[in-house]
């Protein structure tokens, strides 16, 4: 099995397969340990891989290839320091500022907690260095459709865009099939479409066909791969 994992306010939404795509289930979970054991892969949209300072290639050459508007969903990952020390938005700016002499942002801060998640696990448990890979969204439903999406995912334009490439694939019922298994979570569609695009990745990565940014094998300071997978 796999699985897409994208992250929501209030935990994570999981959408499950085998390798080739034929069964499908959706979960909410509220933390990443709560993962299927004896995943083969679970693509996950987080930065994985933290730099000392300054901004990692695998999110430049992600937005290299999103361009204009769509390469400003990749957020620029935040430093070691502060995920592992920064308790306040004010400790992150400091913690940056002495890094590199960035400041951060407080959207960026906002998802310093599902970062901070993904790298506690993949640190103390080695089932979870072996099977997460990190992606993300747009750079996958790039891949997927052979070119970035025209609408922003929130728009109307752009969740149709976006299930109608899920439909193509997954089966024209699969999308509110698995909303349907979810919906008491309160799941965003958009949240949920992120997943089909992940486990779409896992699925390539699983059969050894996916493409990694950057190429060349990257590790940060704790042997964690560097890189976003499509």
Known sequence: MIAGVDGTSRGWVVVLCNDDLE???????QYLTGLPHGLRVAAVDV????PERGDREADRLARRVLGEPRRRSVFTCPIRSVVLHAGSWEEACAYTQRADGRQVSRQKFGILRKVREADELVRSEPWALRVLREVHPELSFAKWAGRPMEYNKKCR?????????????????????????????????????????????ASRIAHRNAERFPETQMVDSEGILMHIWA
């Open 157 to 201: 334009a752009g969740r149709e865009e976006r299930q109608s490439l899920i439909g193509r694939v997954f089966g024209p019922n699969a999308f509110e099939s698995a909303r349907e298994e979810i919906r008491r979570n309160r799941v965003a569609p958009d949240d949920l479409a992120d997943a089909f695009a992940a486990v779409w990745t």
């Open 47 to 50: 930065p994985m891989g933290l």
């Open 23 to 29: 069964y499908l289930e959706a979960r909410f979970i």
